[in-house]
């Protein structure tokens, strides 16, 4: 008859484990928080520049009003969020981006076709984007290898 044969596995300092896995989360979180601002550092940079290149597809720039307004509006941040808002606070924004089709409130009627410059910057440096976030991530994990 065949014996069984017995392991005995043991974990120990799990403690010291925990307390470096606390402190990875903890620098990644603080890495994803900075990718996010210089993620949107890059689309503000990139809407500016897209606000005063006018043409036929681009806002046309004529008191640098829209140029001066884009930045970041607002960030949150929460435990398993980062958020960085960029974009305008003027009333025509939206209407440069988005068009116009419609009446206003005067009764007038408009047909004002999009001249994006948010959404434009975004998807024409993607890859800038994705490097921030990567920069930062490494970063951030480097310190545990």
Known sequence: MATAQVFTVELKNVDVLVRQLKALKADLDEALKQAV?????????????????????????ITSTLYNSIKVLDTEDSQYKHTANVGTDIIYGP???YGFMSTDSRGRRYHQRARAFLR??????????IAAFEKSLKS????YS
């Open 140 to 143: 951030a994990i480097s310190k």
């Open 120 to 129: 434009p910057a975004a998807d024409e440096n993607e890859a800038e984007i």
């Open 95 to 97: 209407r440069l981006e």
């Open 37 to 61: 601002l210089d993620a949107s550092t890059v689309i503000e940079r990139e809407a500016k520049n897209n606000a005063e290149r006018g043409g036929d597809s681009y806002p046309h720039r």
